[in-house]
């Protein structure tokens, strides 16, 4: 991989081109085909989306076609979800899922991070957000980081707020068929009520 002549911050991470980059443990590259058939085992997997069935992909022509919207994202802001797999070890080059900082609104980065379940428990989902806000904040410095979990997905949610992240807006989940479905909005600063209605709508 590509790197810095000084790459490295007080974090140990390292980063060459914003779609190369590297944590202490994992490598992050911007998504190609070569990468469908692992995402879709990822987001196919019932123990991956039982928190949030709306994350479910059911065909692997919706995981081709999330990872051209995400090639489309690194085209036209510089950033976006990262393929994330594991750097060292005898698992090096494993998926541990997908994640970072995409710009789907002009109001807001959003950030997001989707891992194996075989994966959690390890750390890896801070890795990624803070890669993903370092680069975001040096893209974009003026943006507020934002999230949204599912009311029912504690776990996204205990992510979130590790990731520095705090609650700003609970309501109805408009894109859950669900009509009791709520949705959480997190952020790294205070939000405006236009920015809210621009990320919950």
């Known amino acids: 991989m590509q790197q810095l002549d000084d790459p490295s911050d007080d974090d140990g991470q390292a980063f060459g081109p914003l779609h190369d980059g590297r944590t202490t443990r994992l490598s992050l ?67 541990v899922g997908m994640g970072g ?52 997905n504690e776990r996204s949610q205990r992510a979130l707020e590790r990731a520095g992240l705090s609650g700003v807006w609970r309501g109805p989940d408009t894109k859950d068929p669900d009509p009791a479905a709520e949705l959480l909005l997190y952020s790294d600063r205070p939000l405006s009520p236009e920015q809210v209605h621009v990320l919950t709508a």
Request: hydrophobic share 40%; glycine share 8%.
């Open 101 to 152: 900082c995409s710009l789907p609104s002009p109001a807001a980065w959003n950030l997001a991070f989707s891992l194996r379940p075989e994966m959690w428990g390890q750390g890896y989902a801070q890795e990624v957000a803070a890669a993903a806000r370092r680069c975001a904040r040096t893209l974009r410095p003026g943006l507020p980081i934002t999230a949204v979990a599912a009311a029912r």
């Open 29 to 95: 590259r911007r998504p190609t085909g070569d990468d469908v058939a692992d995402l879709f085992r990822m987001y196919s997997d019932s123990h991956f989306w039982q928190d949030d069935p709306l994350l479910r992909h059911t065909s692997i022509a919706q995981t081709e076609s999330q990872v051209e919207r995400s090639a489309l994202g690194w085209q036209l802001h510089g950033l976006g979800p990262w393929v994330v797999r594991t750097l060292i070890g005898s698992s090096a080059g494993d998926l």
